[in-house]
């Protein structure tokens, strides 16, 4: 490499996050409002440019924190977007993460310093997104949908337990599929997943249901 070489100027990576929630069922997906250009007033997911003395994963966390409020959150790197004109600015290359919150023991920022909202939109309702948000957001549902079938990644969805409709709702919502509720029920004892807590919880209003958690990794086990 020759830094003269002008090929290697003006170039920078972004650190982008998919963080994704489940409320009452519905998968939800973190979106901030920018409030500069460009693309001003567009809604994107979170993130923004890394500084050059920081690695990925600390640079994505602490563009999550400035844009949301958000702290203590896993995240898993799954893929990068390097489209030459992605970002009107220079060239951009993106690195992109995906995280899983319970949103109930958050409070995300309505407004900071680059941005002027904060909401939790359904996946099937998702606004006109910046950048290349929208292509980044696919691949991170799709990363999403194979993680819930080889792992034990809805653990940190549900960390107070959950009812078996609240459940096969989120796999239907993230599978974009029904399933059969005797078998999906069926299904999962079978594979020794989970275990009931012995307490019971409402779910859309109806009777109180049996809450269970997941009691080990499925790590290797493909669910559906």
């Known amino acids: 490499m020759r830094k003269s070489n002008a090929l290697y100027k003006n170039q920078g990576i972004h ?57 203590n959150i896993d995240i898993e790197q799954f893929k990068s977007f390097g489209r030459v004109d ?12 995906i995280g899983i919150i319970d949103s109930s023991r958050v409070k995300i920022l309505r407004e900071t310093t680059n941005t002027t909202n904060a909401d939790w939109f359904p996946i099937d309702k998702i606004p006109g997104l910046g950048f290349d948000h929208e292509e980044i957001l696919n691949e991170a549902l799709k990363y999403l949908q194979s993680k819930i079938i080889t792992t034990d990644i809805l653990k940190s969805l549900f960390p107070n337990g959950f009812t078996l409709p609240e459940i096969q709702k989120t796999y239907e ?18 594979l020794d997943l989970i275990e009931d807590t012995l307490e019971t919880r409402k779910f859309e209003g109806k009777k109180p249901a049996k809450l269970y ?12």
């Open 15 to 71: 650190v982008i996050t998919a963080i994704f929630t489940v409320e009452q069922g519905v998968t939800k997906v973190l979106l901030v409002k920018r409030k500069n250009e460009p693309y001003k007033g567009d809604w994107i997911l979170t993130g923004g440019a890394l500084y050059n003395n920081e690695d990925l994963e600390t640079g994505a966390l602490r563009e999550i924190e400035e844009k949301s409020g958000i702290k």
């Open 173 to 190: 919502a993230i599978l974009n599929k029904k399933i059969d509720r005797r078998n999906f029920r069926k299904k999962l004892l079978s």
């Open 213 to 224: 958690k997941f009691k080990s990794t499925i790590k290797n086990k493909n669910v559906f």
């Open 86 to 97: 992605r970002s009107p600015v220079m060239r951009m290359v993106a690195v992109a993460y």
